[in-house]
């Protein structure tokens, strides 16, 4: 019988360096009574304040509620490129869009790069903005042809590409797309500076918010948990991960979590742009301004699914890829980050369904969060203020038809993954036998009274019980020791250890439990 995984201790401070070294944020309040409004924004992170600000520079009235803090989930623990360089996206693109469809993606892309650098100096923030240029790399000679047709199809596509074989990281590489003019901030410090000036234009943003009903008609009604009700025009949904099921999007989005460290090192060895590959469960390397001669070296991978487990060791060859490559890093943060990758590559940006009149949805941003969050602020503002349609409005539209042969793969194989978990995680046999088995620190699914509970002992050797079942679509949970969090396999919900969400799409805390001691 298999026992929880044991605590683990990454190396450094277990917090992400954005949310660390913002500066000092006062709170927004929570909505405490019923509002109105043109459009209501559900989501504080990039995507939400970004098209939140495009809305307030267009005359419209706006409100942004906030389950949380602003800029404190996904945004707050991303690795913060900027950039129109999303791996090997564009030859892909080339093939299942063809070669106008490539081109609007990077151009679309590649005016959020540019977005950002403007809306930086109209507020007036300092947040570390540097132009950088990015590079999808390979070590392999044999994975060579991928980045040279990369290099070709985003070059035919419109950015400044070129096929290189030489880069300024420590180490060799085959061969590497490399793109110009790309960008890198610090994620926080730019959104905390856009929610202000959101209220000073009298925009209204709330925290400690959450939204659990949408009536769609002409007014929307948006409902939050505490019962107030927002009536708005128009609603947008950009909660990184839909928390509304109708339109069936977690059809088309597959969670995964990846790893990040940061670590001083000495300014010589900045490798002098943004690296990523997906070799080793990918790499992705950039630094950022740390100090008198030293640079911040961020590095993230090892991706995986949610509750998929093994953290600890995961985060410990991450450390050791690190260290053999930049031997003077010394580390100081480790975090975690979540994204979504919608079955067929692009982000899914547009009305949230096909009968939606007056909602719209932002979401599947596949990692490029950054760029696609501003990408999506200003394509939503376009259609909420009928200013124009863009030329690439149905590149992104979630409604899109064309799209459902070439998501065929990706769609089916998410969906055997769900199922497994959903079915195969019922037939297994429980993690551990009884809650005697379960270590301080440490949780476990224990059935007990014919159900299977999520049981977590704290250090102290009290537990707490919640059910095992996720509150969105009935997955098991699964425990991770290295961040003490709950989290589904299924559609990546998370959960601290009493059972209040972290992380939708679930809305709803796990339901608490009682086990005793055996």
């Known amino acids: 019988m298999s026992r929880p995984e044991g605590p683990t201790a990454p190396p450094g401070q277990p917090e992400s360096y954005w949310m660390a070294t913002a500066p000092p944020a006062e709170p927004y309040p929570p909505l405490t009574t019923d509002i109105e409004v043109e459009v209501v924004v559900i989501g504080g992170g990039i995507a939400g304040l970004s098209t939140a600000w495009e809305l307030i520079d267009a005359g419209r009235s706006v409100a942004v509620l906030e389950a949380d803090r602003l800029a404190a989930g996904v945004t707050g623990y991303t690795t913060a490129k900027v950039s129109a360089l999303h791996t090997l996206v ?141 009536t708005a025009g128009d609603v947008v949904v950009a909660t990184h991960y ?65 509750g998929a487990g093994d953290v600890g060791r995961r985060y410990a060859a991450l450390a050791d890829w690190t260290r053999e490559r930049f031997p003077a890093a010394r580390m100081l943060y480790h975090w975690a980050a979540q994204d979504n990758d919608s079955t067929d590559t692009v982000p899914l940006v547009g009305p949230f369904h096909p009968g939606a009149r007056h909602t719209y949805v932002a979401t599947g941003f596949g990692g490029w969060g950054m760029s696609g969050g501003v990408m999506a602020g200003r394509l939503l503002t376009d259609l909420i203020c009928d200013r124009g349609i863009p030329s690439w409005a149905d590149l992104y539209d979630p409604r899109r038809l064309r799209s459902t042969v070439r998501e065929a793969p990706g769609f089916l194989k998410h969906q055997a993954v769900v199922g497994r978990h959903f079915l195969g995680d019922r037939l297994r046999p429980t993690h551990v036998g009884s809650v005697a088995e379960i270590a301080p620190g440490t949780g476990a699914l224990v059935r007990t009274g014919g159900e299977k509970c999520a049981v977590y002992r704290h250090d102290d050797g009290t537990l707490r019980a919640v059910s095992a079942r996720c509150t969105h679509l009935g997955c098991l949970v699964a425990f991770n020791a290295t961040e003490r969090t709950w989290e589904c396999p299924c559609h990546g919900s998370r959960f601290d250890t009493d059972g209040a969400v972290l992380q939708g799409p679930a809305i709803r805390p796990l339901d608490g439990r009682t086990v005793e001691e055996e």
């Open 90 to 230: 564009y030859d892909r693109l080339r093939r299942t869009r063809g070669a106008e469809g490539a081109r609007l993606f990077a151009r679309s892309q590649q005016e959020a790069v540019e977005r950002v650098v403007a809306v930086a100096s109209a507020v007036g923030v300092d947040c570390d903005l540097e132009r950088r240029p990015a590079f999808t790399y390979v070590t392999d000679p044999g994975a060579c042809e991928s980045v040279r047709a990369e290099a070709e199809a985003a070059r035919e596509a419109g950015l400044a590409a070129s096929y290189v074989e030489e880069t300024g990281l420590p180490f060799a590489v085959a061969g590497a797309v490399r793109v110009e003019d790309q960008a890198q901030f610090h994620p926080r410090t730019y959104l905390l500076a856009l929610a202000e000036d959101l209220r000073e234009r009298g925009g209204r943003l709330y925290e400690h918010t959450r939204v659990t009903g949408l009536a769609e008609g002409a007014p929307c009604r948006v409902t939050t948990e505490n019962g107030c009700v927002v």
């Open 242 to 306: 839909p928390v509304f099921d109708r339109a069936l999007l977690f059809t088309r989005l597959s969670p995964r979590r990846e790893l990040v460290l940061a670590a001083a090192i000495p300014a010589r060895d900045d490798p002098g742009g943004m690296y990523i590959t997906r070799e080793d469960r990918t790499r992705s390397v950039r630094t950022a301004p740390h100090g008198p001669e030293q640079r911040l070296l961020i590095v993230t991978g090892e991706s995986f699914t949610p």
